[in-house]
């Protein structure tokens, strides 16, 4: 396992081609993307790499988006989580969901914004109820501005100038990330413009708390007969589990996205081209599961444990035979 932490600010973009003369804003949208500590990876050695897991890491803490069903009560910080409650025949909907989230509030809510502490993240998925959360983690933006410089004569170009929105992460804050062999490098470059992250080795599997609550978490979804799967990364689509029915969900605003791929004509020619734009489903989205079959619960955790799984074959990143990083997710209880 390796940290990788900025030097400074960075740019994580969508993707699509920037021209400064044709454009002069550039937005960053921070999400925990795997596609850019992959790409370099790969063009680091001839090995291709996979990323088994990814999430942000500060003071040897691992970090997790804040689940989209935990809401703030928007005139006062108490932290408000829902009931699980079985549909009417006075509530119309066009979707196939059988249950409804209960906030048992008319109190108005938003959403909580940021990354909570691994030990947190336990409680939450042990289905204990949150009052607080004390270590929450902001990212940041800031916005530069810049002015394209000619290729020839290193002047700067009347007319070009131009903005881009750029992230900043806390002091001490990084992405903890395990692939699936080792890579040996002091610094990764990441996003637009190249920055520099320098890495740091991990000999501890940090995600070991999480593993020692598994056993109590599948002891309770056997009695109440329903579980949610998290996710922790984005992910292109919800795949069809066996043994189990989608009966609730909470979804986030989607992101538009496209990455790059090289395209390899031979050793000494190489075409890099934007991907299709995909639609993805962001991390901390919540999926609400009845187990139908409970032989096939161990199978279940078996793909969507802390594993790259949950997603919809789809090229050149939803491989469920090589992951990219994309559709990792975790499995909790209700409350």
Do not use: C
Request: proline share 4%; no cysteine.
């Amino acid at each position: 396992m390796i940290v990788l932490k900025p030097y400074d600010v960075f740019i994580f973009s969508d993707g699509k081609p920037f021209n400064k003369g044709e454009e002069t804003f550039r937005e960053s949208v921070f999400f925990i993307n795997p596609i850019p500590i992959l790409s370099f990876a790969n063009k680091l050695t001839k090995n291709k790499f996979n990323i088994q897991f990814i999430s942000l890491i500060k003071d040897n803490t691992l970090y997790f988006k804040v689940p989209l069903e935990i809401k703030k009560l928007k005139y006062r910080q108490n932290l408000i989580t829902p009931k699980l409650k079985t549909i009417d025949e006075t509530y119309i909907t066009k979707e196939d969901i059988t249950h409804i989230l209960d906030y048992e509030t008319e109190e108005k809510m938003e959403d909580l914004s940021g990354y909570i502490d691994v030990d947190t993240f336990v409680k939450y998925l042990k289905g204990e109820d949150l009052k607080s959360i004390e270590n929450l983690v902001r990212i940041n933006s800031e916005i530069r501005t810049g002015i394209e410089l000619s290729k020839t004569t290193r002047t700067t170009v009347e007319g070009m100038l131009y903005s881009q929105n750029f992230i900043r992460f806390p002091e001490n804050l990084g992405f903890y990330v395990k692939f699936d062999k080792e890579i040996d490098t002091d610094f990764f470059t990441l996003g637009g413009e190249g920055k520099i992250f320098k890495t740091e080795k991990v000999q501890e599997n940090l995600t070991k708390s999480l593993e020692n609550v598994k056993d109590e978490i599948k002891t309770k979804i056997k009695q109440k007969k329903i579980f949610k799967i998290i996710l922790l990364t984005p992910t292109n689509a919800l795949p069809k589990i066996e043994g189990a029915k989608l009966v609730a969900k909470v979804i986030g605003k989607p992101i538009t996205y496209s990455g790059w791929i090289s395209h390899y004509k031979d050793e000494l020619k190489t075409s890099v081209l934007p991907t299709r734009i995909f639609r993805l489903i962001p991390e901390g989205s919540v999926f609400y599961y009845q187990l139908e079959d409970e032989s096939k619960l161990e199978e279940i955790f078996n793909k969507y444990w802390l594993k790259p799984a949950f997603m919809i074959k789809e090229y050149p990143y939803f491989d469920t035979n090589n992951p990219s990083g994309f559709g990792l997710t975790i499995i909790g209880t209700i409350y």
